[in-house]
């Protein structure tokens, strides 16, 4: 099955039905629901999700939000651990390292999806965007 790392953006698109990026993330969503594909988030998404969506959205649907990541999204710890590498990353963005090395932390991962790949400089990983990663996979499908 192919294991796929979420970027925060991907998530918040979803949640806040934000247009016109809400698209892409929902067929994202509907692939793992479908077991399609397995889907990992760091735990630094659901607070950043929560809050965001709770200004945007109110408490009770930024509650149901994280509910609903709970079911469909593994969670990828942030400890000491990647806290020391993402300090050690070069990369200038902290949030970003800290999202780059959760990402590392799964063994099989194949790709990060976010809606911005320019933040994640990797050689590691594969770095898509929603469309990039949907046309991928859904020619993959076809082949």
């Given at each position: 099955?192919?294991?796929?790392?979420?970027?925060?953006?991907?998530?918040?698109?979803?949640?806040?039905?934000?247009?016109?990026?809400?698209?892409?993330?929902?067929e994202i969503m509907?692939?793992?629901?479908?077991?399609?594909?397995?889907?990992?988030?760091?735990?630094?998404?659901?607070?950043?999700?929560?809050?965001?969506?709770?200004?945007?959205?109110?408490?009770?649907?930024?509650?149901?939000?994280?509910?609903?990541?709970?079911?469909?999204?593994?969670?990828?710890?942030?400890?000491?651990?990647?806290?020391?590498?993402?300090?050690?990353?070069?990369?200038?963005?902290?949030?970003?390292?800290?999202?780059?090395?959760?990402?590392?932390?799964?063994?099989?991962?194949?790709?990060?999806?976010?809606?911005?790949?320019?933040?994640?400089?990797?050689?590691?990983?594969?770095?898509?965007?929603?469309?990039?990663?949907?046309?991928?996979?859904?020619?993959?499908?076809?082949?």
């Amino acid at each position: 099955m192919i294991q796929i790392f979420l970027d925060t953006n991907v998530l918040f698109d979803f949640f806040a039905e934000r247009q016109p990026f809400d698209k892409e993330a929902e067929e994202i969503m509907e692939l793992a629901y479908e077991k399609q594909i397995e889907l990992y988030c760091s735990a630094i998404s659901y607070t950043t999700v929560f809050y965001l969506l709770s200004k945007l959205k109110g408490k009770a649907k930024a509650f149901q939000a994280i509910k609903d990541m709970r079911e469909l999204i593994e969670t990828v710890g942030v400890d000491s651990s990647v806290i020391d590498k993402a300090l050690d990353n070069t990369h200038p963005d902290f949030e970003d390292a800290i999202q780059l090395e959760c990402a590392y932390a799964v063994k099989h991962i194949q790709t990060i999806v976010t809606r911005s790949p320019k933040h994640f400089k990797t050689k590691q990983l594969l770095v898509q965007t929603p469309k990039e990663f949907l046309d991928t996979f859904n020619q993959t499908i076809h082949e």
